[in-house]
T-cell receptor, first 113, second 115 residues
């Protein structure tokens, strides 16, 4: 699976949009981009995933560049409860292949009051 | 999605003993995974546990140390055997739900401290 690069930390003001970048320049055509977050040593929480089109759900939006080499997770109105480590992960979607998620170091997002 | 529970949520154990962690999911799933998160570190996969077959362990993890059972499609256990302080970690199970891209959902974790 392709490796990802994320900034180690970011700050965001409460109520503002949080934009978390992720580089995955070696991503292949059959790999999805997944985002998870982990709040203070709880189990990771699934946020969103996408292949090549932009995606939106009740938690966030995922913007994937046209060449798919990078993506941005957008939390539209960050709250203090969004303070967490955010992980960007790419993984093949084919059945029978390695299914595990490979976690990097992630981005520590701190939402400031 | 899936609702996943783990027992115990935390434990403090003595060196040389063993602890069995349970993972229960509210729906039938084929693939379950066990991860470890050491203090201050990211998650590392221990093994993949599919119902009806033996668990597949990642490099650095062996069955004698981390035996896994998967008796049915909603339940799995991970045992941490002959524990040492280096085994102090959060242990997490996850399940994969099929569909577009196949998504993994995680349990709340078991925080283990070995004295």
């Amino acid at each position: 699976d392709a490796k990802t690069t994320q900034p180690p930390s970011m700050d965001c003001a409460e109520g503002r949009a949080a934009n978390l970048p992720c580089n995955h320049s070696t991503i292949s055509g059959n790999e999805y981009v997944y985002w998870y977050r982990q709040i203070h040593s709880q189990g990771p929480q699934y946020i969103i995933h996408g292949l090549k089109n932009n995606e939106t759900n009740e938690m966030a939006s995922l913007i994937i560049t046209e060449d798919r080499k990078s993506s941005t997770l957008i939390l539209p109105h960050a709250t203090l409860r969004d303070t967490a480590v955010y992980y960007c992960i790419v993984r093949r979607a084919q059945s029978g292949s390695a299914r595990q998620l490979t976690f990097g170091s992630g981005t520590q997002l701190t939402v400031l009051p | 999605s899936a609702v996943i529970s783990q027992k115990p949520s935390r434990d403090i154990c003595q060196r040389g003993t063993s602890l069995t962690i349970q993972c229960q999911v509210d729906s039938q799933v084929t693939m379950m995974f066990w991860y470890r998160q050491q203090p201050g570190q990211s998650l590392t996969l221990i093994a993949t546990a599919n119902q009806g077959s033996e668990a597949t362990y990642e490099s650095g993890f062996v069955i004698d140390k981390f035996p896994i059972s998967r008796p049915n499609l909603t339940f799995s256990t991970l045992t941490v055997s002959n524990m040492s302080p280096e085994d102090s970690s959060i242990y997490l199970c996850s399940v994969e739900i099929g569909g577009r891209g196949d998504t993994q959902y995680f349990g709340p974790g078991t925080r283990l401290t070995v004295l």
